[in-house]
């Protein structure tokens, strides 16, 4: 079936690098993209999105990406901090869809060494 | 502002028990969502409220699991009979429009975690 997933489960950076965080999905239909970062102990925290019509959106310190050709979702974290060490889920939007349109991804570790 | 607050934010309860997870939302959105999140793992859908409408069930893992939204705001989680396997983080969570979308995203609690013994 169509689902949302990452190619990578753990990541380590050192702080001060920049990191990337991907995601693949597989529902062309699928009209927004989210990406949530996770603290330990913590709910979902809202980053950032991004619409299917765009294919690059800018935060503070962090871009993300849509590939819609090869159905491909990144996140970038510029000048990694320690703060930045939790886990990032992507999410898929599907207009009409049942579990209320969203479906996550299953997450990347990110970890930071000082 | 008050972001979305989950009670309790521990429960521990012996199996064949039943518990009620309460959810109160960002004041004036209108959909509201429960997760379920195991140890180490990504977010399960339960159900969706959207405003007025019939809720979406369709993640319900069972029957002994229910809920309900009372004058569109505050929700409530009941699991009955519990078991072992429902051990786990609940989340709730809300969003301004009647569906999540572009500029009006999920704002999430920080969960219960409820252990079954």
């Known amino acids: 079936g169509e689902s949302v997933g990452l190619h990578l489960p753990t990541l380590s950076v050192q702080e001060g690098d920049n990191s990337i965080i991907n995601c693949a999905y597989s529902n062309s239909a699928s009209d927004y993209f989210i990406w949530y970062k996770q603290e330990s102990g913590k709910g979902p925290q809202f980053i950032i999105d991004i619409r299917s019509n765009m294919d690059k959106r800018q935060g503070q310190r962090v871009t993300v990406l849509l590939n819609k050709t090869v159905k491909h979702l990144s996140l970038q974290i510029a000048a990694t901090q320690p703060g930045d060490s939790a886990v990032y889920f992507c999410?898929?939007?599907?207009?009409?869809?049942?579990?209320?349109?969203?479906?996550f991804g299953k997450g990347t570790k990110l970890s930071v060494k000082p | 502002g008050a972001g979305v607050s989950q009670s309790p934010s521990n429960k521990v309860t012996e199996k064949g028990k039943d518990v009620e997870l309460r959810c109160d939302p960002i004041s004036g959105h209108t959909a509201l969502y429960w997760y379920r999140q195991s140890l180490g793992q990504g977010l399960e859908f339960l159900i969706y409220?959207?405003?007025?409408?019939?809720?979406?069930k369709s993640g319900l893992p069972s029957d002994r699991f229910s809920a309900e939204r009372t004058g569109g705001s505050v929700s409530t989680l009941t699991i009955q009979r519990t078991q072992q396997e429902d051990s786990a983080v609940y989340l709730c969570a809300s969003s301004l429009v009647q569906q999540s979308s572009y500029n009006s995203p999920l704002h999430f609690g920080n969960g219960t975690r409820l252990t079954v013994t």
């Open positions: 999410a898929e939007n599907i207009s009409g869809g049942s579990q209320g349109n969203l479906i």
């Open positions: 409220f959207q405003g007025n409408s019939a809720p979406d």
